[in-house]
């Protein structure tokens, strides 16, 4: 009953997160999500050390585990949507194979940059 209550607990934290991203987003005018604002502001604090990793870990990576389930919705109004679908079948697979493709280019640039930076701070 412990570790469901920290689960729990830890879930709605970061749900206040979430909240508190998007008030801060809409407040300020910012033109990005308020949901990107939530991860910046969580990232701080666990970086300034107000926040640790524990007290959030396991909500994380429960909804992160259970992540394929906030789809579904999506799915469905998908489905619902076929004939708009296929009007802009070609827009919409240009969108997605040149964002994939710009992702993880950039994704693997960023991280062999970090490698290699990580290999010239060690000792030798």
């Known amino acids: 009953m412990k570790k469901i209550t920290a689960l729990l607990l830890q879930i709605g934290a970061l749900v206040l997160f979430s909240w508190l991203g998007n008030l801060l987003a809409d407040w ?68 997605v194979v040149l964002g994939t493709f710009l992702i993880m280019a950039l994704s693997g640039t960023l991280t062999e940059r970090l490698i290699n930076k990580r290999k010239d701070e060690e000792p030798q």
Request: aromatic fraction near 8%; hydrophobic fraction near 65%; charge should be negative.
């Open 28 to 95: 300020l005018h910012l033109p990005i999500p308020g949901t990107l604002v939530a991860i910046l502001l969580v990232f701080a604090l666990l970086h300034a050390g107000v926040l640790k990793l524990s007290w959030l870990e396991a909500g994380a990576d429960f909804l992160i585990a259970n992540l394929v389930l906030f789809f579904i919705p999506s799915a469905v109004v998908l489905m619902k949507h076929t004939e708009y679908l296929a009007s802009h079948a070609v827009g919409i697979a240009l969108v």
